[in-house]
């Protein structure tokens, strides 16, 4: 079980930016998939999470109204659509897999893909 997360990047306030998870091994419909980010002496933390094959989401209160999870079977991909940033969602985004309907809590997931850094400053 392997995941690669990419899409990240340098944006301005307000901007937006469009994550991508690519898991190999494995299908992304059979699993719960999350994306979680860690900023510069701070916990890793729940972004958003999906169980692809029930549609179920889940947001963190601070980009509810702002981000989007999805997810493309066809490609087996995650996405997490990111738009009105904030400098406080600049960090370290991490996608990862565990059984479907995981919560979007940092332990319940127990496969890891490396970080895409996402840094949001004029």
């Known amino acids: 079980v392997q995941l690669q997360a990419s899409g990240g990047g340098l944006v301005q306030p307000g901007g937006s930016l469009r994550l991508s998870c690519a898991p190999s091994?494995?299908?992304?419909?059979?699993?719960?998939i999350g994306w979680f980010r860690q900023a510069p002496g701070k916990e890793r933390e729940g972004v958003s999470c999906m169980t692809l094959s029930t549609g179920v989401t889940e947001y963190a209160d601070s980009v509810k109204g702002r981000f989007t999870i999805s997810g493309d079977s066809a490609k087996n991909r995650v996405y997490l659509q990111m738009s009105s940033l904030k400098p406080e969602d600049t960090a370290v985004y991490y996608c990862?897999?565990?059984?479907?309907?995981?919560?979007?809590?940092?332990?319940?997931?127990?496969?890891w893909g490396q970080g895409t850094q996402v840094t949001v400053s004029s």
């Open positions: 091994g494995f299908k992304s419909d059979d699993y719960a």
């Open positions: 990862a897999a565990d059984g479907p309907g995981s919560s979007c809590l940092v332990g319940e997931y127990g496969h």
